[in-house]
């Protein structure tokens, strides 16, 4: 305790010692809506760590920040929510990346981390979780979130199971056995997936929602989206989850899953921004942690959001300078275009404009 | 002869403490002293892994609502943490134990043949690959078996269910064979060169004159191997296994990425299921809050001295069996 508080003194010392010298040449980045124009460009390294999830938007929005801002740079470690959170609140990170909100016990430290200003939850990129499986001879499988429910809670148990045929009439479905796959290890995707159970079907899902998947339910655990996805294309009779890249790059089938407004919708980062559209900020001021509504009249339903934490005032200067150019890049129009490509949901434009005034309103 | 030298050499071994361990010149002083730092410092680094883990895991282990060592749920991170170590205990000796019996009689034939019956090139060049799988990193273990290997073990799998299924073992279904098995033999091959190449050095320091001895009374080479090579290599060959036996147990990334999980504790090695502390920890570790972490950090603790307890065991093993030479 008493060497990171040492370390920290000795970090603020240097920083400070390093903002003095280079004073008056880097006071121009009051936000100018450009994002980074090179004006407010930040020629300097900061380091940065937490979800998976949004791993690959990170990387791209890494190198588009780079071809306006060369020389400057995001040193994103994917090491998961739980130690990207732990580490924003030791103060080794600028800012971190958390598919979920803080949570209120996790609140006062990282609001202690920022000294002088709060630490504020900024969403960044949302994603469809993709519902996938593998049956031969079904292409178009319709799933209401009743039926997701009793597939993962092991009730329901075969491929032509009167749930699944209720939701798919017409189609003929073979006797197969359902295995249904889930991830091993704790992720945002499982967080996402479970909330979305509880909140739309909670007559079938008995379970807590959660990082862990509930043992209790049953089912074959595999480790990350890619064993997952794997998995998946391994076996006949399988379904699972993960998030849409995964099941565009392995060419896996994809369910249609039932909205708030009774449509079956097909998965698509499009559809994901639709239902993300309807979330509400359940945050105070500039914080601006969402609750999804996972019965949205519009789009697809299963979705995730992952978060940018950082400090709203309290940084030393030239990291607060540079996470702001940064993130006023990665929340403009341009920063969000790329994301669907990647099988990410931009944030939809109600959430973004949020995100861009708080942004603005780092220091 | 074999206990002569071997007397000669316990003498040798345990005669320095009783003889006077400097001369009292200055090198030997320096020399003196930095040993028994080293030494020193060991026992330090070692009590300080200890003190930090009871350290962090407390904390985790107070708060925790079910009985830490029989509870076979992990939760640790609910409102009302529970969570207990029985099944990843369970996990992680049966796939180390399966990997060991696996490897165990492999690695000793590949020491035999590269000690007895290779021409000498090969032998040398053989030694050399088989040490050489000791430096592929466990990830790329991993990568292999889960996009390579596996795929082949759900034919295996499908055959052993097929016409053994009726065996307590087996039965049951996995997709992709991702099986507490499939982890088991990934870990063997891991282990393979640990043992291999311990036995090997061990089967080199047999006496020309035993081996000579034999080949006189008109032994074959099999009986040599039998009579004067075995009994000679025991000891050895056991703390090899064990070595091997202390990697499997630890063994982290390529267990996780193979092995698929599923609830309880079964011993049915086709079926997924299973868990290990390392695997467990690699999996959870990123995503773990407070609790978790101290859950995580405890059952860390348990391995730790699990893997102590296997390397005392492999210690007195040895002490004993040198006595039977």
């Known amino acids: 305790m008493i060497g990171t508080r040492l370390a920290a003194l000795g970090g603020v010392a240097l920083v400070g010692a390093l903002s003095l010298t280079a004073c008056g040449s880097d006071d121009n980045g009051g936000g100018s809506g450009k994002p980074a124009a090179s004006g407010d460009c930040v020629k300097s390294t900061v380091n940065a760590a937490g979800s998976s999830a949004q791993a690959?938007?990170?990387?791209e929005w890494i190198k588009?920040?780079?071809?306006?801002?060369?020389?400057?740079?995001?040193n994103y470690n994917a090491s998961g929510s739980g130690a990207g959170v732990q580490a924003f609140t030791g103060g080794q990170v600028a800012f971190a990346g958390s598919d979920s909100a803080l949570k209120p016990e996790e609140h006062g430290p990282a609001d202690a981390r920022c000294k002088t200003g709060k630490a504020l939850d900024l969403p960044m990129v949302g994603g469809p979780i993709a519902i996938i499986y593998n049956l031969k001879g079904v292409d178009n499988l319709q799933l209401t979130p009743a039926t997701i429910a009793g597939i993962f809670a092991g009730k329901i148990k075969t491929w032509n199971d009167p749930?699944?045929?209720?939701?798919n009439s017409g189609v003929k479905l073979p006797a197969t056995p359902i295995k249904p796959l889930h991830r091993s290890d704790d992720s945002g995707t499982t967080d996402n997936l479970t909330k979305f159970l509880l909140a739309t079907a909670p007559d079938a899902w008995k379970f807590p929602g959660g990082k862990t998947f509930p043992a209790a339910a049953g089912g074959q655990g595999l480790k990350g989206s890619d064993g997952v996805s794997?998995?998946?294309?391994?076996?006949?009779?399988?379904?699972?989850?993960?998030?849409l890249s995964y099941a565009t790059n392995g060419k896996l089938q994809t369910a249609k899953v039932q909205n708030g407004a009774g449509d079956f919708s097909e998965v698509s980062s499009d559809a994901a921004s639709k239902a993300i559209a309807g979330a509400q900020v359940s945050g105070q001021g500039n914080d601006l942690a969402l609750t999804l509504d996972y019965k949205a009249k519009d789009g697809y339903p299963v979705v995730l959001v992952t978060y940018e934490i950082a400090c709203e005032k309290g940084l030393p200067k030239e990291q607060a300078d540079f996470v702001k150019s940064f993130l006023t890049y990665t929340s403009s129009q341009q920063g969000q275009s790329i994301l669907s490509g990647l099988g990410y949901a931009p944030l939809p434009d109600s959430i973004l404009t949020k995100v861009q005034a708080a942004v603005k309103g780092l220091s | 002869m074999t206990s002569d030298t071997l007397e000669q050499g316990a003498t040798r071994a345990r005669g320095g403490r009783g003889r006077k361990l400097s001369t009292g010149r200055l090198g030997d002083r320096l020399f003196g002293i930095s040993a028994r730092g080293s030494g020193i410092l060991l026992l330090l680094i070692i009590a300080a892994i200890a003190v930090f883990l009871v350290a962090k895991a407390l904390p985790a282990l107070k708060a925790d609502k079910a009985n830490f060592l029989t509870s076979q749920v992990w939760n640790p991170d609910a409102a009302e943490p529970r969570f207990g170590i029985l099944q990843l205990a369970f996990g992680t000796l049966l796939s180390s134990l399966m990997a060991l019996l696996l490897a165990t009689p492999v690695a000793i034939g590949i020491a035999l043949f590269i000690a007895f019956y290779s021409p000498r090139k090969l032998a040398s060049g053989l030694g050399y690959v088989v040490d050489l799988l000791a430096a592929v990193p466990s990830v790329v273990y991993g990568l292999w078996g889960l996009q390579f290997f596996v795929?082949?073990?759900?034919?295996?799998?499908?055959f052993l269910n097929g016409n053994f299924g009726w065996i307590p073992l087996f039965g049951g279904d996995s997709v992709g064979g991702q099986s507490i098995l499939t982890a088991a033999v990934v870990l063997a091959i891991m282990i393979l060169p640990i043992i291999s190449s311990i036995s090997r050095e061990v089967f080199f320091q047999v006496p020309q004159a035993n081996v000579e001895a034999a080949l006189a009374?008109?032994?074959?080479?099999w009986e040599v191997i039998r009579m004067a090579v075995l009994p000679f290599?025991?000891?050895?060959?056991v703390s090899a296994a064990m070595l091997g036996l202390g990697r499997a147990l630890g063994e982290t990334i390529a267990v996780a990425m193979v092995l698929s999980t599923a609830a309880g504790i079964s011993l049915r090695i086709l079926k997924p299921g299973g868990n290990t502390f390392a695997a467990n920890i690699a999996n959870t570790f990123g995503m773990a809050g407070n609790t978790g972490r101290g859950a995580l950090i405890a059952s860390g603790l348990v391995l730790f001295v699990i893997t102590l307890i296997v390397n005392m065991l492999a210690r007195a093993i040895v002490a004993r069996r040198k006595e039977f030479v």
């Not at chain 1, 794997?230 to 998030?243: N, P, R, S």
């Open chain 1, 230 to 243: 794997t998995g998946i294309k391994q076996g006949d009779g399988t379904i699972g989850y993960a998030e």
């Open chain 2, 217 to 221: 009374l008109g032994a074959t080479r």
């Open chain 1, 64 to 74: 588009g920040y780079q071809q306006s801002c060369a020389g400057a740079n995001v």
């Open chain 2, 233 to 237: 290599g025991r000891s050895g060959m």
């Open chain 1, 163 to 167: 749930a699944l045929a209720k939701d």
């Open chain 2, 151 to 158: 795929p082949k073990m759900a034919s295996v799998a499908n």
């Open chain 1, 56 to 59: 690959n938007a990170m990387s």
